[in-house]
């Protein structure tokens, strides 16, 4: 059973991400080390005891959908009552509007937690953090004062709905269209897939925001409005009213996240008997500018699912370290107990759990970095530029690194239950099962390692991303400094790494300068795991410097000696990579 790592948790955001900084120089307000360690405490006992409990069955029996109406597994209903009445929807949400007004850090390290317990219960409050989100910065007050005080407390959920049959990736071939009506509002007609969350029986009203095109609106992605559609009408008063034009025609069956309701959502069809058809919509922000709106959702929603990445591989970790010291087999060298030994004192078995714990604590320090690098933009300043290139530029090697991080830990805790493994009772297989969708929703991570490359790297002239090599580089000095055998080989290595991402940082900006982007883009995805893999191994040892702890020490050493490693060839593929591609390319084209 997951037990929330509390303690990992705290210590990375304090000492490797910059909690303890931030709050020792005021820039989180009025927030305490006690207060952020109270908070910590009771999110890891409400997921180990409450959510956890539930995850499989949630697993087992699935969303299901009668009647266009979806019911969720027994017991998850009740179970969003407690969580909502915990406050924990509210975490981040602005005071006025009944929030806490807490950090991203604290929000995102909650989440870590929500989604190590059950990702498909996760996920759908993730989604209403980022709807507030939107709606708080691009809508009207009347909107605000009409759905933020509901959506921040929890009473109603959000959604998020881009994808169409055939616009997935690509939004410019949108269809949903809006037509403006005489009273200010707009009609709604069209089909969304894949929306989580679309419908189900937590609350009494779900606040879809959808994206359409209205008649005059210019081709493409310039010409995309964002429209707040209620699944119920709200009267003046505040109460609900008629029922609104849009309903849930049908369930994916999904390879993982099985209680997580994955809809098709039919909008203006006539499903409201009573009146003329069309879902009835308010325009957030501007028309013809509601990509820049679902934008601030879709960066919320980045995060947040690499931090998914992050907590199924935590999941995935606990339940194959406590396999590996239950399960006997064979003569382990140095064995001298009786019978069989504990296959977790087998070499290849340590190797797998302590890739799988430093993959996890490398993606952690990530996604704790970027909440830290929001914290520190959205309090303002004089700062607040640095700051928010900073958020930019970790955002997409946070989704992406730390989701194929959670494929590959869960992978790799299947391989250390062996056969039983393969077996649904003992879990391993659902965790990575669950783990599979994270690397494809909210963007996939080949579209992260493009918007890192081509938007994230020309930040401020192109001297951000060095001046974050630089800053992972003095920690690697302080390394070296150390004179800690405990270390090993660990700055050698490490100053390699960041060797290797400096060079391949300058070959693709010279790349791109010189209009060479089919060559930059074939770089991309490599690119982005060298990003990570530099990155996590100098917040390893930032981490080890900071514990003072021969357990760390360790951990970032086997981390640089045994799998950092990998920079090296990644640096080719980014380099010399994009020609043989090209040439083998070709045989994969239909005539």
């Known amino acids: 059973m997951y037990r929330a790592p509390v303690e990992e948790i705290s210590f990375t955001l304090k000492h490797v991400a910059g909690l303890k900084a931030a709050i020792e120089a005021g820039a989180l307000g009025d927030l305490s080390e006690d207060l952020a360690d109270a908070i910590l405490q009771e999110a890891g006992r409400f997921a180990s005891e409450e959510v956890a409990p539930l995850r499989e069955i949630g697993d087992r029996h699935g ?32 005071e006025e509007f009944g929030g806490q007004g807490l950090p991203a850090m604290l929000g995102v390290a909650a989440l870590e937690m929500w989604n190590s317990a059950s990702m498909a219960f996760g996920i759908g409050p993730t989604l209403t953090m980022g709807a507030v989100e939107a709606l708080d910065k691009h809508a009207s007050e009347e909107l605000k004062r009409t759905y933020l005080e509901k959506l921040v407390s929890g009473e109603w959920m959000g959604t998020m709905n881009l994808t169409e049959p055939q616009a997935g990736s690509d939004l410019a071939a949108l269809r949903t269209r809006a037509e403006r009506a005489a009273d200010g509002t707009y009609r709604i007609f069209g089909q969304k897939i894949f929306i989580t969350y679309g419908e189900h029986d937590f609350t009494d009203n779900i606040v879809h925001l959808v994206l359409a095109r209205l008649p005059d609106a210019p081709a493409g992605t310039r010409g995309i409005s964002l429209f707040l559609v209620p699944k119920f009408l709200v009267n003046e008063d505040g109460s609900l009213g008629a029922r609104n034009d849009a ?24 499903f409201a008997k009573d009146r003329e058809p069309g879902a009835i919509g308010w ?29 199924v591989a935590e999941a995935a970790f606990q339940k194959a370290l406590a396999y590996a010291n239950e399960r006997r087999q064979g003569k382990a060298a140095g064995y001298d107990g009786e019978g069989m030994a504990p296959i977790v004192l087998h ?17 952690r320090a990530i996604c704790y970095s970027c909440a830290h690098a929001t914290d520190r933009a959205r309090a303002g300043g004089d700062g607040a530029q640095f700051w928010q290139e900073r958020a930019n530029l970790l955002t997409p090697v946070a989704k992406a690194f730390s989701t194929d991080v959670g494929v590959d830990v869960a992978s790799l805790g299947v391989q250390v239950h062996g056969g039983m493994g393969f ?9 990575l099962r669950d783990a599979r969708i994270a690397p494809i929703y909210e963007g996939t991570n080949g579209i992260q390692a493009i918007d890192l490359v081509t938007r994230k790297l020309p930040q401020g002239g192109g001297e951000h991303v060095h001046r974050y090599i630089n800053e992972l580089s003095e920690v690697v000095g302080r390394v070296r400094a150390s004179n800690l055998q405990g270390f090993g080989r660990t700055a050698n290595e490490l100053e390699a790494a960041l060797g290797h991402l400096s ?10 300068g010189e209009g060479r982007m089919d060559e930059a ?6 690119y982005l795991r060298l990003f990570g893999l530099a990155a996590g ?28 490693g990998e920079t090296r060839a990644l640096k080719e593929r980014v380099v010399d990579g994009a020609a043989s591609l090209a040439v083998a390319g070709e045989s994969l084209i239909s005539a």
């Open 63 to 94: 969303a299901v959908l009668k009647d266009a109406a979806v019911t969720t597994p027994p017991g998850w209903k009740q179970l969003y009552a407690r969580w909502i009445e915990g406050g924990w929807n509210a975490l981040q949400a602005p």
């Open 247 to 270: 309903f849930c025609s049908g369930l994916e069956h999904k390879l993982g996240i099985h209680a997580s309701p994955t809809c098709t959502m039919i909008f203006g069809d006539g």
């Open 283 to 311: 325009l957030i922000g501007e028309e013809n500018r509601g990509l820049a709106c679902m934008f601030t959702m879709m960066n919320n929603a980045r995060l947040a699912v690499g931090i998914q990445g992050v907590a």
């Open 347 to 363: 070499p290849d078995v340590q190797r797998n759990l302590l890739t799988m714990k430093a993959l996890t604590q490398a993606a």
């Open 423 to 431: 077996i649904e009772e003992t879990g391993a297989a659902a965790l």
């Open 503 to 512: 060079e391949a940082t300058r070959h693709l900006e010279k790349a791109m």
């Open 521 to 526: 883009l074939a770089g991309a995805t490599p």
């Open 537 to 564: 191994g100098a917040y390893l040892a930032q981490a080890a410097l900071a514990g003072g702890d021969g357990e760390r020490q360790a951990l970032c050493r086997f981390f640089a000696e045994n799998l950092v």
